[in-house]
């Protein structure tokens, strides 16, 4: 009896460490990065520019797929719904996040597909512009960044030369991050690369190989950064890698286990990409469950009354245990 209590307040101690929750409870998303996450910007800032909206059907509402991106997906799971930046300006108002992500974005200040449109440090700038001098970003909420492939894929660009290192990609996506969580943010999401030379635009191509190997750099170096910022002394930041590159791969190798028949070729059909680029809805959908596994498996943290409530709990576990203990001598 004496050990059953003494493991009760030790169970105690451990819950007034700072609790940990499941991913359900995150009060917002913050999404950054380019077309794989893009839910409309690129959309409707071509729409207001010149009366269509860019890419046009048979692309899925303003989306780089032929159905709903990852983002749409993983934000039913977590029952948020980011508003697009670019329709804050057609009177829609956040409640729930902001995707800030723009088709074409570099991991820092250039777009491929139009040099007035944003790149990711933009998107950061635009976040930290509304958050006032008093306040500090949701410590709640979730941020998401993915970026980097068009920092290294072949473009029709004139303003920006892909790069041959992984260095300033690296470099541009640690900054974002640092800034994030000098803001306040706390929780992070991280996308690391699928192999681009085995996309359709690239596979066949003599570039193929070479972009495998930056690919293997980027990540590598992502993840080494990524535990480091983490494990800055008092930075308390929760920082999960999601590994795209290793879900990519498998549905490459073993497309059976994914429904998939071409995983090689660009396609209109419910496969695994849908041009030489972008991949389907089916294969976002699967980005998304492997972010929502990952995010409960992961820890975030807990407001203060659930915190409260839980060691109240544990009182009174031990309260109890201890008048038995007396019962019984």
Not at 106 to 129: C, R, V
Not at 193 to 206: E, I, V
């Amino acid at each position: 009896m004496k050990k059953q209590i003494a493991a009760t307040g030790f169970v105690l101690f451990s819950f007034l460490l700072p609790i940990k929750a499941l991913a359900a409870s995150f009060t917002q998303m913050y999404v950054f990065g380019d077309s794989l996450s893009d839910t409309g910007n690129v959309f409707n800032a071509t729409l207001q520019a010149t009366g269509a909206g860019s890419p046009p059907p048979p692309y899925f509402n303003g989306r780089f797929s032929n159905g709903l991106n990852w983002i749409d997906y993983l934000g039913q799971d977590l029952n948020l719904n980011p508003t697009p930046y670019t329709a804050i300006a057609l009177g829609n108002t956040p409640t729930q996040g902001i995707n800030f992500a723009f088709g074409g974005a570099t991991t820092g200040t250039n777009n491929t597909i139009n040099p007035n449109f944003i790149g990711l440090q933009q998107q950061i700038g635009l976040f930290t512009s509304l958050i006032s001098p008093n306040q500090s970003a949701d410590p709640n909420a979730l941020y998401v960044l993915w970026g980097g492939a068009n920092d290294y894929l072949p473009t029709q660009s004139t303003t920006f030369t892909p790069f041959t290192t992984p260095n300033t990609t690296i470099g541009n996506l640690s900054f974002a991050l640092s800034n994030l969580a000098a803001l306040g943010a706390k929780n992070f999401l991280v996308v690391n690369l699928p192999d681009l030379g085995s996309l359709p635009l690239t596979n066949t191509t003599p570039i193929s190989g070479s972009l495998n190997t930056l690919v293997s750099l980027h990540n590598t170096s992502l993840t080494t950064t990524l535990n480091t910022l983490s494990q800055t002394p008092g930075s308390d930041l929760n920082i999960k890698l999601l590994d795209v590159n290793s879900l990519f791969r498998n549905a490459i190798s073993n497309p059976d286990q994914f429904d998939f028949t071409n995983v090689t070729n660009a396609c209109i059909n419910n496969l695994n990409f849908w041009d030489d680029l972008h991949p389907t809805t089916a294969t976002h959908k699967q980005i998304a469950k492997l972010a929502f596994d990952e995010l409960q498996s992961e820890s975030v943290p807990e407001p203060t009354s659930i915190l409260g409530t839980v060691v109240f709990g544990a009182v009174v576990t031990g309260w109890r245990l201890k008048q038995k203990s007396k019962k019984v001598s």
